[in-house]
């Protein structure tokens, strides 16, 4: 299945992305404010993004996706990459660009169900900070893992809608990642 829609194919014309949204039966539902149409994962948690019609092949409606954040340049990629490129510990980090704006010391966690002879364990996932006076079109987001590696993205900033853009969003927030 692509991951990106294929801009030669016709948009899709058999409806079926409107009929399967409307039918209660069908895990398809519609996101009017990305113009989107998604398959929820069983139980709820999650989608997928449709590109295509899975029975006309026809492209599915252009996302507003892309017009919600900022488009990084390469040239601004570029110039983060840069000025992050030596950066290797949590330490070095925040000496360069003090405090970040965003903390999350769990970024995520997950528990495995105990047994008779085996207690429930907890996992927590690595700690993400986010610095936003960095650039005028990227934040930066750093994952520190929990032996103190440093994972860089360069992500667009979230600015709502652009009015005067015609939607061709491709589902990605501008971001780079190194």
Not at 47 to 69: E, I, M
Not at 74 to 95: A, M, V, W
Not at 138 to 144: G, L, Y
Request: glycine share 8%; with cysteine.
């Amino acid at each position: 299945m692509p991951s990106k829609p294929n801009p030669d194919a016709p948009l899709c014309e058999c409806r079926w992305f409107e009929r399967a949204a409307r039918d209660d039966a069908l895990p398809v539902v519609f996101d009017e404010r990305m113009n989107e149409y998604h398959l929820v994962h069983t139980g709820g948690r999650g989608h997928s993004l449709f590109y295509h019609c899975p029975f006309c092949g026809g492209r599915a409606p252009d996302s507003l996706r892309k017009t919600y954040w900022t488009e990084v340049s390469i040239e601004e990629s570029h110039r983060l990459h840069q000025l992050t490129k030596d950066i290797t510990t949590p330490q070095q980090l925040f000496e360069r660009f003090g405090e970040p704006d965003h903390d999350l010391e769990v970024g995520s966690s997950s528990m495995t169900l105990g047994s008779e002879d085996t207690p429930p364990e907890t996992t927590l996932g690595p700690r993400r900070v986010v610095f936003r006076g960095l650039s005028d079109t990227a934040d930066m987001h750093v994952r520190i893992d929990r032996y103190d590696r440093l994972w860089f993205s360069f992500m667009g900033r979230s600015i709502g809608p652009k009015q005067s853009d015609q939607a061709s969003g491709d589902g990605d927030n501008g971001g780079t990642d190194r």
